[in-house]
């Protein structure tokens, strides 16, 4: 008898574990989609057109705060620098992940080095980084913020907070977060150095940025709005990426191929071409 009620115990656990599975599983479907870098199934509860709404009504509400102010910007501010920008912009987008949506650069005054995207169709640029860098070092920015939207990691890192929350422990959500910030940022270094070699930029220029950042600043974290790596560090893995994606850059020109490159290239291959190949 005990024979029996043990193993219908254990049975009974057995259907609870599938279930809480099962559960689990379903709950995961729900809040991932495909990644349109990798091909593979990764963290958002984020519609692309309902991420597109909210982040440009974000930039919007900036933007009529900049007006209210009675600040200048894009071509109103510096025509010749947000032509440079339009220009540099234009090269970098045809090449992304996202060069079927329309998206429109903006120039604000601002003398920090700061650029950055909301989830939606803008990119955002202060005038002190342009002032700063030459145009293959812009261009290594602009396709590093255009990557934390390629990636979804706006809708990444909301849905990774939510998910925190639920653990209750705020240190526990706290070192969760800013690990996962700080991979995000090699993700999107990684996506915006193979940007530069497909739009003919030199995607060395990453690399020289972090250099003279660590030269100036030493290890600060706080260059960018992001939970960026330290400099040092940064400088050397963007190296690394440079020298896998060399062979991709023509000088001046956007790769004819950029448009399979970009999915499959030396720092990865698309997961539904590695089935094809592997049922092949």
Known sequence: MLLILTASTILSGCQTLQNLDKGLYNVAESISETDRVTGQRTLSAADRSAQIRQGNAAVEQMLAGEKKAGRKINASLDRKQYQRLIRIFDRIHRVSHLSQER???????????NAFTTGGTYIVVHSGLMKQLNDAEVAAVVGHEIAHTVANHVGERQTTQQLSALASSAARQKGFQAAY???LEREADRIGVLYSALAGYDPYAATRIWQRQFKEQGNARSLFAHDHPVNAERAAETKVLANKVKQYYQPGRINPNAATL??????WQKRENRDQATAG
Do not use: G, K
């Not at 998206?103 to 080095?113: A, G, K, M, V, Y």
């Open 262 to 267: 970009r999915d499959n290239n030396s720092l």
């Open 103 to 113: 998206w429109q650069p903006i120039l604000i005054d601002r003398d920090s080095f």
């Open 181 to 183: 910030t700080h991979e």
